[in-house]
């Protein structure tokens, strides 16, 4: 697929996808972003893909799968922060400072003033509580 | 409004429309993906219209084309090896027959036929073949009884 082949099936489904899409999103940036993945996707796939034999149905299904996984992406961030807000503040702030700022335990302990193993420990037992949180969601994701 | 009525107003509900300026940006990005797009894809097959064809190029050929490849080199060297020791034999064969005389030649040919027959055990019947045929006369052929 070239380019002008990648412009014609634009112009003739683009707007039939956007129409999905934007009933499913309601909201006119996430769209944009939504239909610029699907044609990414199909400029991708297309080189795998012998013959398209309904190039709108192949768009719609990508365009379907696109909103599915931003859809499930957003659950998993929610449920992620509401995991992060039920842990005491100074775990909190322990899994912030590692995973976020990508601090070392020296550095952490220095930040808190804190020993080492405590920033060590704390961020072990912070960690263990958010898996539990999250298991029921792992599962629901492995399903 | 009956469900039909219904469905109808549903399905000629105006869309919203696709923002024009939205077209470039898209293409762009997605013409991006199609320069980088996996150049490790098989290669089309020319003129292969027979799908058991493409299947097994794209499947089992492909995939293992350096495999493929080095069997066929260890073919055709052990195809060059063979050739060479035949043409090897041969050529000696030839050499030894050449340098001996008709006499030891019919000997080298009987010794062998008892050796054959003796292998088989069947060695009366050599004798017997040896016997039914005497040696030639040691006469020119134009003097021979009619």
């Not at chain 2, 098989?42 to 493409?54: F, G, M, Q, S, Y």
């Amino acid at each position: 697929m070239n380019r002008a082949e990648l412009e014609i099936l634009y112009d003739e489904h683009a707007q039939a996808v956007f129409a999905y899409l934007i009933r499913l999103s309601r909201d006119h940036e996430e769209t944009r972003d939504l239909l610029q993945e699907v044609f990414v996707k199909l400029a991708r796939r297309a080189s795998a893909e012998n013959k398209i034999s309904d190039p709108r149905g192949f768009l719609l299904r990508i365009a379907h799968h696109t909103w599915v996984d931003l859809v499930r992406r957003r659950e998993t961030g929610r449920r992620i922060d509401a995991a992060l807000a039920e842990l005491p503040p100074e775990q909190a702030a322990v899994l912030h400072l590692k995973l976020r700022e990508r601090r070392t335990f020296e550095q952490i302990a220095t930040i808190l003033d804190i020993p080492p193993n405590t920033a060590a420990s704390r961020y072990r037992y912070g960690l263990d509580k958010i898996r539990n949180l999250l298991r029921p969601l792992y599962h629901e994701l492995n399903k | 409004m009956n469900p039909d009525e219904l469905e109808r107003q549903i399905a000629n509900a105006p869309e919203p429309k696709l923002p024009a300026k939205w077209r470039n940006e898209i293409l762009d990005r997605a013409a991006g993906e199609l320069k980088t797009a996996p150049v490790s894809a098989a290669p089309p097959l020319p003129e292969a219209h027979d799908t058991a064809i493409r299947w097994i190029w794209r499947e089992i050929v492909f995939p293992l084309r350096h495999g493929w490849s080095a069997l066929a080199a260890v073919w055709l060297f052990i195809l060059g090896v063979n050739f060479a020791a035949d043409s090897g034999d041969d050529a000696r064969a030839q050499r030894t027959a050449s340098r001996l005389s008709p006499t030891e030649l019919e000997r080298n040919y009987d010794q062998r036929r008892l050796l054959l027959a003796e292998l088989l055990g069947d060695k009366r019947s050599a004798q017997q073949s040896d016997e039914k045929d005497p040696p030639p006369p040691d006469r020119p052929r134009s003097e021979a009884p009619l």
